[in-house]
Each structure stands twice: as C-alpha cells, then as structure tokens.
C-alpha cells in the first residue's frame, strides 16, 4: 500500500503535516477528510517526505539523498519486526504495522517502499537493497534468513548487532565531546580578546605614545594577520578538504589515507582496533545468521572499511576456496593482531568460529573504549595547559599596555 506524505489544517485552524497509507491518491484524501484535515498538499511518500522534512528542518534532507537512515532506528525497527514476525503475522501485514508506528518520515518512507515490492513478489532481502537504505550487511543476513527459513532469529541478531554498534559509537562519543568543548570554549575566549578587548587597549596606548610591548606586537599582528587574510585560509582549508575527500574516493588515495592513519601514533592503534572489532563481529553475525563463509568475508571486509586490513582478509577469502584456513593469511599479513589469529585458528578447529569471533569482538570493543579512556585523560590536561598558555598569553598582551599607560600617567 503506498504512503502519502501531507499538509493540512484542522478544524481548529492549526496546520498539520504527517503520513497516510492508502490505496490511491483518492482513498488518501478521502481518509484525511474523515479525520478532520483539510488538505493543502498530498504528494507520494519519497517526495513527501522530501518536503515535509525542508518544511521542519529548514533544508532538503531525505531518504532519496542520503540513502540510509540512523542505525538505531534501523536496529529499533528490526527488532519490533522480528516480534511481529514471531507472533505469527505474515511478513506484508508486518511490514504495515511497521510502517505505521514508525516516527521517522524517512524510515516510514521506506518502509512504504519495501512493503510494496515484498506485496508485488519480490523477496525480502531484494525490495531491501532497493531502497538504498540498508547496508550489504544487512541484506545479505535477510537473504540468508530468507533462504534457510530463519527471518526472525537473523532480525533478532540483527538488531543485537545494531544495538551493539550504536551503543560504542556513543561510547566513544561522549568520551570525546567534553575535550572538544574544552577547544570551543577557548577558541570563544581567544576570539574575544583579540578582536574586541585588545584593539582598545592598543588604541588608548597608542594615543598616550607609549610604544607596545613586543608580545602585543606579537598578538596584533598574529590578529592583523588573520583578519585580513581569513579567507585565504577558509579557502585553503576547504581545498585542502575537497582535495582529501577527492582522493578518499580513489583506490589509491583512500588505500595511501588508511596506510597514513594506521601509522599515527596513539590514533593509528584506535583505528586498527576499531577495523578488528569491525571485522570480527560483521563476521560472526553473518556466520551466526547462515550467510556462507566466502560471502561473509567479503562484506566483513567492506564493513572494516580499511584497504590495509582489506587485503588480508581477500587473501583469506582466496585461501578458503582453495581449501586453506582463514587464520593462516591472517597471521601471514601481520595486519591482525595475535589474539585474532590464535581465537581465530582456535574457532576453525573446533567449529565455534562465530563464538570465538564475537568474543573478539567484545574484547575489542573493551579495548577500544579503553584506549580513547586514556587518550582523553592525557589529552585533557593537555588542552587546559594550551588554553592557559594561551589566554595567558592574550591577557598579558592586553595588561602590559595598561600599566604602561598607567605609569605614564602618573609620572
């Protein structure tokens, strides 16, 4: 059934916007009447929600352009499929449901499009990797459930999967907002000084013919330098940007960013952990989930999104259609770390590969949140030094010319 996004008022005059399943343009409106709303616009779901989301958020943001929604709608949805699925509903009667108690106009939208092409023929997994929204993680595990008649236990790891993801990235997110907002808070500080409080300062000592000291030179002409050449910078910096995120989208500039990004100091031993725990558990959820070996090591590989890490894990999709180990081309890059390989050879010998793999993971996980832990905790007294230092700075700039007006006007 298709989804129509509106525009309307009430019968108190307040204006409405919002979704509708009907059968057809007609059947939308009269449904909207029914309820109470006078139309002002009715339009299909994938513009609908396009203009409805410009009309809240002031910008055109929708499914269509981004392709994708959140994660942890995406992971919400599937688990309340999944239960829908268990209770015994039929997968297009379930989709439905979905779609209607769902907030989010690009999920609704969506969801739309999904339980159409399933109610035209189409197979799960197909309608969604149709709408652009899910990844080939994702499509490749319904696929599978699909095929062995496993859908709900594969959406429920799914959405385990999901929760999981979503739960470090915030993780690591709220360790890292307060150093950031420590770098806010003295950019705001910085900026006032120099631009309002040290230009009067500087024009009260010039006027009494005092001669500024050297720091104040220093100062005003660093800010001298920067208001007067603040977009050649702007520009160099949004060059510099576009030239980086041109190249990323190369194979040898984004494989010559993950070689840089894995040899920085301290960062280049996040990234790796984070691509590891990646890996390890895209993996063992799609093994868990029935997807064969050679398909899962390919979107496990993508998931990681490192080329380094990338070419090890080809060569063990090589290795294992020609009848070798996954572990062996592993250990033999020197990408992996030991703990991997050894877990890794240990699940193969005892075919608990998708238990060892998710222990990895979880171990993984463990670490990277330790490691930004600690980087936080020394990067943090290191930011208040550099603030002090810096304001520091500023404000002797700003009270040398003082006392030397003040002992030139008293003597």
Known sequence: MPVFAYKGVLDSGRATRGFVDAESDRAARAKLRRDGIFLTELAASARGATEAEKANAGWNISFDSFGSVSDIDISIATRQLATLLGAGIPLVESLGALAEQVETARLKGVLGQVRDRVNEGANFADALASTGAFSPLYVSMVRAGEAGGAL???????????????????????????????????????????????PQVTELVTRLDQELPLMTQIVLGGAAFLRSYWWALLLGGVLAGVGITAGARTERGRRTLDVVALRIPGIGRMVRLTAVSRFTRTLSTLLAGGVPIVRALETS?????????????????????????????????????????????????????????????????????????????????????VMVGVVLMITLSVLQPLMQATQGIAQ
Do not use: C, W
């Not at 999981?164 to 420590?182: D, E, G, H, Q, W």
């Open 152 to 198: 709900e236990i594969v959406l429920q790891r799914l959405a385990d999967y999901l929760e999981a993801a979503v739960r470090t990235k915030n993780r690591v997110l709220s360790i890292v907002m307060y150093p950031l907002f420590m770098l806010l808070f003295a950019g705001v500080v910085v900026v006032v000084l120099v631009v309002f409080v040290l």
């Open 301 to 385: 590989r993508d998931v990681a999104n490192n080329r380094v890490l990338g070419d090890a894990i080809d060569q063990a999709r090589i290795a294992i259609t020609e009848g070798s180990s996954i572990a062996a081309p592993l250990r033999a890059s020197g990408q992996f770390p030991p703990l991997v390989t050894h877990m890794v050879d240990v699940g193969e010998r005892t075919g608990e590969l998708e238990a060892m793999l998710h222990k990895v993971a979880e171990a993984y996980d463990e670490q990277v949140e330790n490691a930004v832990t600690r980087m936080t905790a020394i990067l943090e007294p290191v930011l208040i030094l």
